[in-house]
């Protein structure tokens, strides 16, 4: 539910945004509904596809992942604007870069509600410390719930760090950046795509350290979670675009 409100949101935001600079309202909004079943799709399919990749066989296979569904839309955005639409698909994915992290803010908070993934265990200091407003007690997820199940066993006041509030923090600030960006592109003779680049660089780059604090199975042989592989690889694509974009300017 928490999607499809951050969806929506996105959706008027962004038609109000596209409908200044030009662009159909009417085709747009086609576009941004194939948009939201493409990214549904692949959500799913990166969701089973990349614990499958790493050999992660006990890994959590439900739900929708932000990896896949950010593949999945660019990829078809891509495609499908300058094909069909006549737009510049990397414009139009700088004027929209900003719906990546607020519909995920949004959506996180789903996650901080349905208790679908979470922090490991505090250190003991955080307790009484100020990074306490960071952390979440073990008692607080409903027992129903797959955090709750999970940590059945764990004392109720157990503190854990609270990973979809840091994750909607990161979001957050990923948000600013991006609109910051877009508002002065002009201004700071931006090229073409590089909002957009600098804002997954951003997200994937923030998230990857996050990820240290998921409790999550490791891949074989490493440190690293499947999704925390997953971002960093996207990571180095973005910087390769970000460079790539500025470099076609100086030629």
């Known amino acids: 539910m928490t999607v499809l409100v951050g969806v929506v949101l996105c959706w008027i935001l962004l038609l109000k945004r596209t409908r200044s600079l030009g662009h159909p309202a009417g085709p747009v909004l086609v576009f941004l509904v194939v948009e939201m079943a493409v990214g ?10 990349i614990p499958m990749i790493f050999g992660m066989q006990s890994a959590e296979l439900t739900g929708l992942t932000v990896i896949g569904s950010a593949v999945s839309t660019i990829g078809f955005g891509a495609w499908y604007l300058p094909r069909v639409l006549g737009i510049a ?13 607020l519909s995920i803010l949004i959506g996180r908070f789903g996650c901080l509600l349905n208790g679908c993934c979470f922090g490991t265990f505090c250190p003991p200091w955080v307790a009484a410390s100020p990074l306490a407003a960071f952390a979440i007690r073990a008692g607080s997820y409903a027992p129903q719930s797959y955090a709750g199940g999970f940590l059945r066993a764990t004392p109720a006041g157990t503190l854990l760090w609270n990973l979809p509030f840091l994750f909607m ?3 957050l600030a990923v948000l600013l950046v991006a609109e910051t960006l877009y508002r002065n592109r002009k201004l700071w003779r931006l090229p073409p795509g590089s909002v957009l680049a600098a804002a997954v660089a951003h997200e994937t780059g923030g998230r990857f ?16 979670n499947p999704w925390q592989l997953a971002v960093l690889a996207l990571f180095l694509a973005a910087v390769a675009a970000l460079c790539w974009s500025f470099a076609r300017i100086k030629r």
Do not use: C, K, Y
């Open 209 to 224: 350290f996050l990820e240290f604090l998921r409790w999550d199975e490791a891949v074989a042989g490493t440190a690293f």
């Open 169 to 171: 923090l990161h979001e």
């Open 40 to 49: 549904t799709i692949g959500g799913h399919v990166f969701n089973r596809l």
């Open 89 to 101: 698909a990397r414009s139009f994915f700088d004027a929209a870069a900003f719906t990546m992290p």
